[in-house]
């Protein structure tokens, strides 16, 4: 069979039924339900509730089951009010539930924006509270957002952020089985088969497992039609047969014969025509039995598509009649059904298979019959495969100018068709590149967002810790000054009871000393009358040694009073009645002698003994002040006793509060961990941030010129290159087409992330613009860029006013070795050295994109020539506008005296001069716009 007709046959449908839908099952899918609840329960438990904590617990609750009954006026309704409550509380986890069923409303609304924003608030609360459910069920949804959207990177990074936290933390096999699906699905849509396929095989496994023969089926397809895509035909094979052994088991008729069919198709694509004959045979027998009474639209629908397919495997086997006759039962059906497409279709496999068996002129007819329905549909994929059937029937008859025009409109339908595609592609990667800039910014907000309120609350905390810290203190200063007032105060008291204990003891001492010397004294005297009356009665002596001893006796029985205070007076007494007696004795002994000594003695006895009485007096008054002396010193012990106590209460009182102070001190550190956490995770999000602008940087790098591009045009160039942040919204451009090479100089709006973004899209339009749409005049390219940025930032309809400035210049080499520059600029100047004076070509006063909007815009071209040697600078204002420690510009004036000094020189040495220049004027301040600045010898 011709090769080129068989490109028709296999471009029909591959598989049909369940391959047909491409479904994300986990839309209809959610981890937290509760599966008893209903919502008339619910609303009567709410209003029986009695604290604003029930409450909670219920409203994001209801707001699932109302969800879940695609009621989502009242989901929302009960989630905004569920949230509203949540932050009064203060209440983080019925915050992050709440916000999540608002995000899910907003989604099913393709609210996608708004739906992305909200994910995102709920995934920053969840990942502070660590509640691993909520932030799984955040990254399921946002994977389901990004694949709506036909994000399919952004959408796998998010299902496989979910799975991992299911691996660590599992809940149900049910849960991990649809996010492998998901996942699988999305692998698949990108072409990762090999990964799609890993994962398809996983969720079958648990599928196996759990004994779910219905999810067997459903996966074992998708695995079946991956296998397909990825060219691997044997796999799909036996992935099919499993399917068709499960679809009878299951008694499921209509999903046999849709197997049957993809069964027959995989025969087919491994040539064994005869299998694929059966099996497609069986498919269309199998599903014409099914609702015979009543033939819904689609059971005749998978009858036309049976067909045809049978009829394309008989066509290829050269089996035209029966191919023909397939074909006509597809037509009618088509025809009860008034489907124009499916009809047009079966016109241009009626022309192929005639065409095939020779009917050249039957096959005209009906290809004429597709391209009419075709043009009234105005499907270029059907003007497609007729034009070109039609354009290989006249080759084959050799009517080869009707078949070259067949071709050409072939082409051109194939044009159209690719030119859709190529908008479709670019459409989703503007569609990635604002939803990726729509997420940075979000993350931005949320991330200055929280760390403003972490740093409002750390404000306030180290106020706190002031204030505690100042009546810390204070106390402390309090109780330090109260505590040296009471211990002054004791030893006040301690030293004024020693001092008048001391007193009371020197004057006890000093009267101890008083009557000792008054007693030695009369001790002596009495010595002295005794040695007298020795000398005078020498008989008398006896008696007088007695009388030296007992006054002795009488001296120590004195000292031991000072020990012995309560038995002094009895000891005095017994000496006194001891010394009368003796003087008693001593007078009746000396009354033999004379009678005049005994009488003088007897005097001087009773003096004396007169004496001692007195003595005996005073010892007793003594003995009272130190009575006296003993009860003060008693009073003052009890006194300082109490002293003693109360300061023990005072230190008691003293510790207490130190225990209060070091309970408030730990509260402190515990909210300054609290703090360091939160600011540890602001600077994980940070660093994530930050790999993926680092990512940005490398594809923005990317998207500049080729250097050794440019040095083969230009040998002798310098580029001084410095983003202000990691990404730039200054760009450079480079390219050549024929005989003409353009360089252009960018500066877009802003600077980071946002200008970066616009740089990606300003490369891609002047790619499309010159390289596709060959306009090659730089006034030109100026006014369908702005035309171009305008329309896709739509900012006629939005308050959208992001543009660009820059210049253009186009070279152009003659054969007398002059060189034309052609130069456009939007608000954007070019300088260029010759005959040893420098030359400045000024652009319009007008900007790309932004604020002027206007349909159309025109800019002028100015035409210079240059030589061999001359040389072209172009740069962004950056350089210009760059500032010092005293706000002062860089200046177009201090630029023109530099390229004016330095033009002759070799341009790397021009390049030090500049950046030299620029380091010093910057002196340490920090750098304010991105700068972009290209010199280009000719």
Same mark, same amino acid.
């Given at each position: 069979?011709?090769?080129?007709?068989?490109?028709?046959?296999?471009?029909?449908?591959r598989?049909?039924?369940?391959?047909?839908?491409?479904?994300?099952?986990?839309?209809?899918?959610?981890t937290?339900?509760?599966?008893?609840?209903?919502?008339?329960?619910?609303?009567?438990?709410?209003?029986?509730?009695?604290?604003?904590?029930?409450?909670?617990?219920?409203?994001?609750?209801?707001?699932q089951?109302?969800?879940?009954?695609?009621?989502?006026?009242a989901?929302?309704?009960?989630a905004?009010?569920?949230?509203?409550?949540?932050?009064?509380?203060?209440?983080?986890?019925?915050?992050?539930?709440?916000?999540y069923?608002?995000?899910?409303?907003?989604?099913?609304?393709?609210?996608?924006?708004?739906?992305?924003?909200?994910?995102?608030?709920?995934?920053?609360?969840a990942?502070?509270?660590?509640?691993?459910?909520?932030?799984?069920?955040?990254y399921?949804?946002?994977?389901?957002?990004?694949?709506?959207?036909?994000?399919?990177e952004?959408?796998?990074?998010?299902y496989?952020?979910?799975?991992? $936290?299911?691996?660590?933390?599992p809940t149900?096999?049910?849960?991990?089985?649809?996010?492998?699906?998901?996942?699988?699905?999305?692998?698949?849509?990108?072409?990762?088969?090999e990964?799609?396929?890993e994962?398809?095989?996983?969720?079958?496994k648990?599928?196996?497992?759990?004994?779910?023969?219905?999810?067997?089926?459903?996966?074992?397809?998708k695995?079946?039609?991956?296998?397909?895509?990825?060219?691997?035909?044997?796999e799909?094979?036996?992935?099919?047969?499993?399917?068709?052994?499960?679809?009878?088991?299951?008694?499921?008729g209509?999903?046999?014969?849709?197997?049957?069919?993809?069964?027959?198709?995989?025969?087919?694509?491994?040539?064994?025509?005869?299998?694929?004959?059966?099996?497609?045979?069986?498919a269309?027998?199998?599903?014409?039995?099914f609702?015979?009474?009543?033939?819904?639209?689609?059971?005749?629908?998978?009858?036309?598509?049976?067909?045809?397919?049978?009829?394309?495997?008989?066509?290829?086997?050269?089996?035209?009649?029966?191919?023909?006759?397939?074909?006509l039962?597809?037509?009618?059906?088509?025809?009860?059904?008034?489907?124009?497409?499916?009809?047009?279709?079966?016109?241009?496999?009626?022309g192929a298979?005639?065409?095939?068996?020779?009917?050249?002129?039957?096959?005209?007819?009906?290809i004429n019959?597709?391209i009419?329905?075709?043009q009234?549909?105005?499907?270029?994929?059907?003007?497609?495969?007729?034009?070109?059937?039609?354009?290989?029937?006249?080759r084959?008859?050799?009517?080869?100018q009707?078949?070259?025009?067949?071709?050409?409109?072939?082409?051109?339908s194939n044009?159209?068709?690719?030119?859709k595609?190529?908008?479709?592609?670019?459409?989703?990667?503007?569609?990635?590149?604002?939803?990726?800039?729509?997420?940075?910014?979000?993350?931005?907000?949320?991330?200055?967002k929280?760390?403003?309120?972490l740093?409002?609350?750390?404000?306030?905390?180290?106020?706190?810790?002031?204030e505690?810290?100042?009546r810390?203190?204070?106390?402390?200063l309090?109780l330090?000054?109260?505590?040296?007032?009471?211990?002054?105060?004791?030893?006040?008291?301690?030293q004024?009871?020693?001092?008048?204990?001391?007193?009371?003891?020197?004057?006890?001492?000093?009267?101890?000393?008083?009557?000792?010397?008054?007693?030695?004294?009369?001790?002596?005297?009495?010595?002295?009358?005794?040695?007298?009356?020795?000398?005078?009665?020498?008989?008398?002596?006896?008696?007088?040694?007695?009388?030296?001893?007992?006054?002795?006796?009488?001296?120590q029985?004195?000292?031991?009073?000072?020990?012995?205070?309560?038995?002094?007076?009895?000891?005095?007494?017994?000496?006194?009645?001891?010394?009368?007696?003796v003087?008693m004795? $001593?007078?009746?002994?000396?009354?033999?002698?004379?009678?005049?000594?005994?009488?003088?003695?007897?005097?001087?006895?009773?003096?004396?003994?007169?004496?001692?009485?007195?003595?005996?007096?005073?010892?007793?008054?003594?003995?009272?002040?130190?009575?006296?002396?003993?009860?003060?010193?008693?009073n003052?012990?009890r006194?300082?006793?109490?002293?003693?106590?109360e300061?023990?209460?005072?230190?008691e009182?003293?510790?207490?509060?130190?225990?209060?102070?070091e309970?408030n001190?730990e509260?402190?550190?515990?909210?300054?961990?609290?703090?360091?956490?939160?600011?540890?995770?602001?600077e994980?999000?940070?660093?994530?941030?930050?790999?993926?602008?680092?990512?940005a940087?490398?594809?923005?790098q990317?998207?500049?010129?080729?250097?050794?591009?440019?040095?083969?045009?230009?040998a002798?160039?310098?580029?001084?290159?410095?983003?202000?942040?990691?990404?730039?919204?200054?760009?450079?451009?480079?390219?050549?087409l024929?005989?003409?090479?353009?360089?252009?100089?960018?500066?877009?709006?802003?600077?980071?992330?946002?200008?970066?973004f616009?740089?990606?899209?300003?490369?891609?339009?002047?790619?499309q613009?010159?390289?596709?749409?060959?306009?090659?005049?730089?006034?030109?390219?100026?006014?369908?860029?702005?035309?171009?940025?305008?329309?896709?930032l739509?900012?006629?309809?939005?308050?959208?006013?992001?543009?660009?400035?820059?210049?253009?210049?186009?070279f152009?080499?003659?054969?007398?070795?002059?060189?034309?520059?052609?130069?456009?600029?939007?608000?954007?100047?070019?300088?260029y050295?010759?005959?040893?004076?420098?030359?400045e070509?000024?652009?319009?006063?007008?900007?790309?994109?932004?604020?002027?909007n206007?349909?159309?815009?025109?800019?002028?071209?100015?035409?210079?020539?240059?030589?061999?040697?001359d040389?072209?600078?172009?740069?962004?204002?950056?350089?210009?506008?760059?500032?010092?420690?005293?706000?002062?510009?860089f200046?177009?004036?201090?630029?023109?005296?530099?390229?004016?000094?330095?033009?002759t020189?070799?341009?790397n040495?021009?390049?030090?001069?500049?950046?030299?220049?620029?380091?010093?004027?910057?002196?340490?301040?920090?750098?304010?716009?991105?700068?972009?600045?290209?010199?280009?010898?000719?």
């Amino acid at each position: 069979m011709n090769s080129t007709i068989k490109h028709i046959f296999r471009s029909q449908h591959r598989y049909t039924h369940r391959f047909c839908l491409l479904l994300l099952f986990s839309l209809l899918f959610s981890t937290l339900v509760f599966a008893q609840d209903s919502a008339e329960n619910l609303e009567q438990a709410l209003r029986q509730a009695n604290s604003p904590a029930q409450k909670l617990e219920i409203l994001p609750r209801l707001a699932q089951v109302y969800f879940e009954q695609k009621n989502y006026i009242a989901a929302e309704k009960n989630a905004q009010e569920g949230l509203k409550m949540a932050r009064l509380a203060q209440d983080n986890t019925a915050e992050a539930r709440s916000i999540y069923w608002i995000a899910k409303v907003s989604q099913q609304q393709k609210k996608y924006n708004i739906a992305l924003n909200q994910y995102l608030e709920t995934l920053t609360i969840a990942e502070k509270i660590n509640d691993t459910e909520i932030l799984r069920d955040v990254y399921l949804s946002m994977g389901n957002l990004y694949s709506a959207q036909n994000i399919y990177e952004k959408a796998a990074d998010n299902y496989q952020q979910a799975l991992a $936290i299911e691996e660590k933390a599992p809940t149900s096999s049910t849960i991990k089985s649809n996010l492998l699906e998901n996942l699988a699905y999305v692998q698949a849509q990108n072409l990762q088969y090999e990964a799609s396929i890993e994962n398809y095989e996983k969720a079958l496994k648990i599928h196996i497992q759990d004994k779910q023969a219905e999810k067997q089926n459903r996966v074992l397809e998708k695995l079946s039609q991956t296998s397909l895509n990825a060219g691997k035909l044997q796999e799909a094979l036996a992935y099919n047969q499993k399917i068709i052994q499960l679809n009878r088991i299951l008694s499921d008729g209509v999903s046999l014969a849709s197997s049957l069919n993809n069964l027959g198709y995989i025969y087919r694509e491994l040539g064994d025509e005869k299998n694929a004959i059966k099996y497609m045979r069986q498919a269309l027998e199998l599903n014409s039995k099914f609702d015979v009474a009543n033939r819904n639209k689609e059971l005749r629908q998978k009858d036309a598509l049976y067909a045809i397919n049978l009829g394309v495997t008989y066509s290829n086997l050269q089996e035209y009649t029966n191919a023909r006759k397939k074909f006509l039962e597809a037509q009618e059906i088509y025809l009860s059904q008034n489907n124009e497409k499916g009809l047009a279709k079966v016109y241009n496999f009626l022309g192929a298979n005639d065409y095939l068996s020779g009917k050249s002129e039957n096959a005209t007819k009906q290809i004429n019959q597709a391209i009419e329905i075709g043009q009234k549909l105005k499907d270029d994929e059907i003007l497609k495969t007729s034009y070109w059937l039609l354009s290989e029937i006249n080759r084959k008859t050799s009517n080869f100018q009707a078949s070259r025009q067949y071709y050409e409109k072939f082409q051109e339908s194939n044009q159209r068709l690719k030119e859709k595609e190529r908008q479709q592609e670019q459409f989703l990667l503007q569609n990635q590149i604002n939803i990726e800039k729509t997420e940075g910014e979000i993350k931005v907000l949320l991330a200055e967002k929280e760390r403003q309120a972490l740093a409002l609350k750390q404000s306030e905390l180290e106020r706190q810790k002031q204030e505690q810290d100042l009546r810390l203190k204070e106390n402390e200063l309090a109780l330090l000054k109260r505590n040296q007032e009471l211990q002054a105060a004791a030893l006040r008291n301690q030293q004024l009871e020693k001092d008048r204990v001391e007193q009371l003891l020197q004057i006890s001492r000093e009267q101890a000393q008083s009557e000792k010397q008054k007693r030695n004294i009369q001790q002596l005297e009495a010595n002295r009358r005794i040695q007298d009356l020795a000398l005078k009665q020498k008989t008398a002596q006896n008696e007088k040694e007695k009388k030296t001893n007992e006054l002795l006796s009488k001296s120590q029985e004195l000292k031991d009073l000072q020990a012995k205070e309560a038995e002094t007076r009895q000891k005095n007494t017994l000496i006194a009645v001891g010394l009368f007696l003796v003087f008693m004795l $001593i007078i009746t002994a000396l009354i033999g002698f004379t009678a005049v000594q005994n009488r003088r003695k007897n005097r001087k006895l009773a003096q004396q003994t007169q004496e001692l009485e007195l003595f005996n007096k005073r010892l007793q008054s003594s003995e009272q002040i130190l009575q006296k002396a003993n009860t003060r010193l008693k009073n003052s012990e009890r006194e300082i006793k109490d002293k003693n106590e109360e300061l023990q209460a005072s230190e008691e009182e003293l510790r207490q509060n130190m225990e209060e102070l070091e309970a408030n001190k730990e509260e402190i550190e515990s909210q300054k961990e609290a703090l360091q956490f939160a600011y540890q995770k602001i600077e994980e999000r940070n660093n994530a941030f930050m790999q993926s602008v680092k990512y940005a940087e490398k594809i923005q790098q990317a998207i500049l010129p080729n250097k050794l591009e440019l040095k083969k045009v230009f040998a002798e160039h310098f580029i001084i290159y410095q983003p202000k942040d990691v990404v730039s919204g200054d760009f450079f451009w480079f390219t050549r087409l024929g005989t003409k090479v353009f360089v252009a100089c960018v500066d877009c709006t802003g600077h980071g992330v946002p200008g970066a973004f616009m740089s990606l899209i300003g490369s891609s339009l002047l790619n499309q613009i010159v390289n596709e749409q060959k306009i090659t005049e730089p006034h030109h390219i100026l006014e369908n860029l702005h035309s171009s940025v305008v329309k896709a930032l739509k900012q006629r309809e939005t308050s959208n006013i992001d543009g660009m400035d820059l210049s253009i210049c186009v070279f152009e080499h003659w054969a007398d070795q002059s060189i034309t520059l052609e130069f456009s600029g939007a608000k954007s100047s070019v300088y260029y050295f010759r005959n040893q004076e420098l030359k400045e070509l000024k652009g319009d006063r007008k900007a790309i994109g932004g604020s002027q909007n206007e349909k159309i815009l025109s800019f002028t071209t100015q035409r210079v020539t240059l030589h061999k040697g001359d040389c072209v600078y172009m740069t962004t204002d950056g350089l210009e506008d760059a500032p010092n420690p005293k706000r002062k510009k860089f200046g177009t004036r201090r630029i023109k005296e530099l390229l004016s000094e330095n033009a002759t020189l070799p341009l790397n040495t021009q390049k030090e001069i500049l950046t030299k220049a620029l380091d010093q004027h910057h002196a340490g301040t920090l750098q304010r716009d991105d700068i972009t600045f290209i010199g280009l010898k000719m």
